[in-house]
């Protein structure tokens, strides 16, 4: 299944600071999207914890490292949300939000504060983004690919990232 088109606003997601994972976590994600018949490219599966609209990668690296450590993160289901337009779907691992979760936005909120695009705490939705589809095509998408259980994601890092078309992290910088 070819990825959707969608009218993304990649200036407002130039760089991230994001939770990332290990070689293993990110091999499974990967292979989980291709099993469900999501056409995503190449990717580096991660959670965002706040978007900015430059890439001043030496603070978001500083941003980073000012964030206590985290020892897994849930993962409790499958979210399909339509883009605004309408032309396509995308397809995402719902992360449970925390109260570690949300006092890290909090505090990322405060010390990005001139180059965040307006955002808040209630907005925040974490989740890992396995793929886009496009509008009246999810049916291909092979839901039978997703685990009963699904698995938690342990010793998640953030780190500083490059964002590329359609959000996905295109660089971690370390």
């Given at each position: ?68 450590s ?17 032309n396509c ?8 939000k ?66 590329g ?10």
């Open positions: 299944m070819r990825a959707a088109d969608t009218a993304y606003p990649v200036e407002k997601h130039m760089a991230s600071v994001s939770l990332v994972f290990d070689d293993e976590q990110n091999a499974y994600l990967r292979e989980l999207s291709e099993t469900m018949n999501l056409d995503f490219g190449e990717f580096i599966p991660h959670v965002t914890l706040i978007n900015v609209t430059e890439q001043d990668i030496p603070r978001l690296k500083l941003a980073a490292a000012a964030l206590p985290l020892d897994k993160l849930v993962l409790d289901g499958v979210n399909f949300l339509p883009d605004e337009a309408g779907v995308w397809v995402e691992l719902r992360v449970q925390t109260s570690w979760m949300i006092e890290v936005r909090r505090k990322l909120l405060e010390m990005l504060d001139d180059i965040h695009p307006g955002l808040d705490i209630d907005g925040f939705r974490p989740h890992i983004t396995l793929g886009i589809v496009e509008a009246g095509t999810l049916g291909d998408v092979d839901m039978s690919a997703i685990p009963r259980q699904l698995p938690v994601i342990i010793k998640p890092r953030a780190a500083a990232c490059y964002n078309v359609h959000g996905k992290v295109v660089e971690v910088v370390e």
